[in-house]
């Protein structure tokens, strides 16, 4: 299946056209699965060079223990890898500088171990994640990152909350920050929660409040923000009409 869209970058339009390809998902048992996938696409960009090609595939590793009707623990662990190439890019030295001729790549990996319990209205949840990205050059871009989500929910036939905390590490091997005889190697912590309060009018109509804050603070100069949302709302649900 082919995806068009037009998006606007400050006054420029681009494109992104992709393809996902099928999941394939196996049971074990009744209580598990085995799943597998892929997609494909290409952004192109008007006025600066950022376009790339992107590939994709994935595999999950799903278990589910289910205790009646309302109690339930499932566990999924899961690995994404993807390629992708800039054309109009260069690699770079390991000090920054681009090399004239070479094209840059990236090679990322990425796990995930979720873990999602429910008891009645209540349900909570933890992921942890770990990526590798690596510019299949000199390194210069290179970086590790580690994060962990918590989240908090309770439902009710007309209330939802929704609590989540996240937060991650990105650690670079080779890029450097500031000018001395011993630089440090760039870094980078990112804090972000959120809260989100849904009030169901009826099976159309949902008003929503929806508040968070996050926080980045990195040793490269600019790299440091603070940001809060608040959000209020409603939503409306449209169902197909009975043929």
């Given at each position: 299946i082919w995806f068009l869209f037009w998006l606007c970058f400050g006054g420029g339009w681009g494109c992104l056209v992709g393809w996902g390809g099928p999941y394939l998902t196996v049971p074990r048992r009744g209580a598990g699965g085995l799943g597998a996938g892929g997609r494909a696409h290409r952004s192109d960009y008007v006025e600066f060079a950022e376009d790339f090609t992107e590939g994709e595939g994935s595999a999950a590793l799903r278990?589910?223990?289910?205790?009646?009707?309302?109690?339930?623990?499932?566990?999924?662990?899961?690995?994404?890898?993807?390629?992708?190439?800039?054309?109009a890019r260069n690699q770079s030295t390991a000090g920054g500088r681009p090399l004239p001729g070479t094209r840059l790549r990236f090679r990322i990996e990425e796990a995930r171990l979720e873990t999602k319990v429910v008891r009645g209205a209540w349900s909570g949840g933890v992921v942890l994640t770990t990526l590798l990205n690596r510019d299949l050059g000199s390194g210069y871009?290179?970086?590790?990152?580690?994060?962990?989500?918590?989240?908090?929910?309770?439902?009710?036939?007309?209330?939802r909350v929704t609590a989540e905390a996240g937060g991650a590490q990105s650690r670079y091997d080779v890029q450097t920050v500031g000018i001395c005889f011993d630089p440090p190697l760039r870094r980078r912590d990112y804090r972000e929660l959120r809260l989100r309060v849904e009030r169901v009018l009826n099976p159309r109509?949902?008003?929503?409040?929806?508040?968070?804050?996050?926080?980045?603070?990195?040793?490269?100069?600019?790299?440091?923000?603070?940001?809060?949302?608040?959000?209020?709302?409603?939503?409306?649900?449209?169902?197909?009409?009975?043929?």
């Open positions: 278990w589910r223990v289910q205790r009646g009707e309302e109690r339930s623990l499932e566990t999924t662990l899961g690995w994404t890898a993807r390629r992708r190439t800039h054309p871009f290179d970086y590790a990152e580690r994060g962990v989500r918590l989240t908090l929910e309770r439902a009710t036939p007309r209330w109509w949902t008003l929503f409040a929806d508040a968070g804050e996050e926080r980045s603070r990195e040793n490269e100069a600019g790299g440091t923000y603070r940001a809060r949302m608040l959000a209020l709302g409603v939503a409306r649900v449209w169902e197909p009409s009975s043929p």
